[in-house]
């Protein structure tokens, strides 16, 4: 059995290696080759643009890959969604699609922009954003740089955006929110009924998983004794519910926790002003829920 994986070429593509190694799956590029060998020889990478993943996922060409909800609803096609996989580049949270107009234009919502010029990427999604609406508008084609066209090549547009500076920095400003959109694994119908590939997919996807919610996240351990640990379980902010054994000592026990990285500065401190000794802050490579 051999599993072709699709790998987004570009803005994703080095956090996707990354979260592949971090998984235990490390890619290895060569050169100007589209194509990655892995660890595991069963599965193969190759990188695709995220716009194009759906369709070669749908045809079969490849058995799954990782690619945005907003190119799937763009193309279309049918594939099933295995996961969603947030890991965007400042946060990780969603992106958004948004309509934007110039900053000192007289439009207040997507209504007023009957018969005008929008630009974007995302064609399908924005007709019909506007078809639903029953606003008839010219729908072009960007091919990128789509911040500078309004208000001379465009009256608005459609763009992508996490935290909206870009559109800032052009003098655009919000209108509304198009579409919401986030990383997700997908998987060819016909390879997703294969009982060997389908395993394949959905351990690459706990694994895949495991590995983003690890990141920002740190492991503590610590030793207290009994009759100071409801003070020290006051102190930490566990994932769920830290672990608590028993040591040789009677009186003694050890916590295991989970906390986020950047709460560690403030925790650890009190943490010892609660009697906890022997912390050790450690790294994650997974988490897995």
């Known amino acids: 059995m051999k599993l072709r994986i699709g790998i987004p070429k570009g803005s994703l593509q080095e956090a996707t290696l990354q979260l592949f190694a971090q998984a235990g ?12 060998t892995t660890s595991d020889p069963e599965i193969e990478c190759m990188l695709i643009r995220a716009q194009e ?35 965007a580049k400042r946060s990780r949270g969603k992106v958004k699609w948004v309509l934007a107009v110039p900053e000192d234009a007289t439009f207040e919502r997507a209504e007023d922009l ?10 399908n999604v924005t007709r019909k954003y506007f078809n639903d609406r029953g606003v008839d508008v010219r729908v072009e084609f960007s091919w990128g740089a789509t911040e500078v066209k309004p208000p001379t090549l465009a009256d608005a547009i459609v763009e992508v955006t996490e935290t909206g500076s870009s559109l800032r920095a052009n003098r655009l400003r919000i209108l509304e929110t198009v579409l919401e959109s986030n990383t997700q694994l997908i998987a060819n119908h016909h390879s997703y009924q294969d009982r060997d590939k389908r395993r394949k997919i959905d351990n690459l996807a706990l694994m895949l998983k495991g590995a983003m919610e690890a990141q920002d996240r740190v492991g503590l351990m610590l030793n207290v004794r009994k009759q100071n640990l409801d003070a020290v379980l006051a102190v930490l902010p566990a994932l769920q519910k830290p672990t608590i054994s028993h040591l040789s000592d009677p009186d003694w026990l050890a916590v295991n926790t989970v906390i986020d990285e950047s709460a560690a500065w403030d925790v650890i401190p009190r943490l010892k002003d609660a009697s906890a000794e022997g912390i050790v802050e450690y790294p994650l490579n997974k988490v897995v829920l």
Not at 25 to 36: D, E, I, M, Q
């Open 25 to 36: 799956l490390p890619a290895y590029t060569n050169g100007r080759s589209y194509l990655a």
């Open 114 to 123: 009957s018969k005008r010029i929008v630009a974007t990427e995302l064609v």
């Open 53 to 87: 993943m759906a369709r070669y996922v749908e045809h079969g060409a490849l058995d799954a890959g990782l690619t945005g909800l907003d190119w799937v609803i763009e193309s279309g096609l049918g594939v099933i969604t295995v996961s969603d996989l947030i890991y």
